[in-house]
């Protein structure tokens, strides 16, 4: 993100607390003490589930000494995962970041801050996705992408939603997984070679993070 005063690349962090995290308006104070409190009028940056803390993403500017944050659409709907869901890990270490699977609980679940959900729009599989994400060939642009340090590296939202992702008709994906589980690892990797190469008419679309 460009810092709107001067116009330079802001650094990507995130800001993290052990109880909500929240803005207060002035002249309003959070009531309680519990971990959770909050003014009536509370703007929820994050929240904390279970062991994890709160954690949201901000940019900052080393210049101007500013902290942009977005504030979350919802208040928890994004955090709720369901059957079908598939999860991109954007928080971990630079070989890690972009871990994916799909989420097959019957029971609707929440997920902690560094996970990103993706709800699919009917012309994916799930489980199609999240294995073409863990593709040798995904997992290189995902390293190339990945921003930070070796022990945080970090994708955020937007740049997931740039990511290409080639996807055939559902035939052709449910041969792919079909395929995937009868061979073994090394003619896996043989076939994932003609399959992107010779089988497939690429489609790229952007995947979409939908709302509930
Ligand atoms: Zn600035």
Redesign the pocket.
Known sequence: MK?P??D?E?RLGTINASNLLSWTPDGESASGVTRWAKSPNAVVLAKWYGLIDASVEAFY?E??R?IIIDVPEKDLAGCVVKEGDVLFNRTNSKDLVGKTCHFTGKEPMIIAGYIIRLRMNGKVLPEYLSTFMNLDRSKKLLYSMAKGAVGQANINAKEVQSIPIIIPPENIQQEFLKLRKQSDKSKYVAYQETFFREKIIKIYIHLQLQEE
Do not use: A, L, P, V
């Open positions: 810092c005063y001067c330079r802001m500017c210049e101007c500013k």
